[in-house]
């Protein structure tokens, strides 16, 4: 923990590692979308007109995504073929953030019940040179904190 006055520096966010049951990834390039959103419902109470009580409604996950250059490796396609093939498989998966210089791991966020719900192709063109980066989108039911 810090001391009082000592400047602690935030943790960059290129040192991270996605982690999904029984899938072998080498690594991910980008992964985006880890949020939670809870729905205001607003309530009016009688003899109080002038007042409206906001309080918590459901609670929703945003879909994460995430990008890799495309390998050998067809983990992740084979999931998705299964969801297309209507074998509706869940993994749950751990998002984990590393220090500087990638040796201590600083923190954890955990979704579960998750399931492809989306495959992209990069966009193939013979003037570039670019790694051809797949992209996959993942529906889930919970995140927290570790």
Partial sequence: MAQTGQLVDPYRNFNFLVQIDGITQAGFSECSGLSSTTEVVEYREGGDNTTVHKLPGKTAYGDITLKWGITDNLDLWNWRQQIIDGQVVRKHGTLILFDFDASTERAR???????????????????????????LTLAHEGLTRA
Avoid: D, M, Q
């Avoid at 019940?113 to 992209?135: D, H, Q, Y």
């Fill in 109 to 135: 966020w955990n979704f579960i019940r998750a399931w492809p719900t989306k495959c992209e192709l990069p966009s193939f063109s013979a003037k570039g040179n670019e790694v051809a980066i797949e992209t």
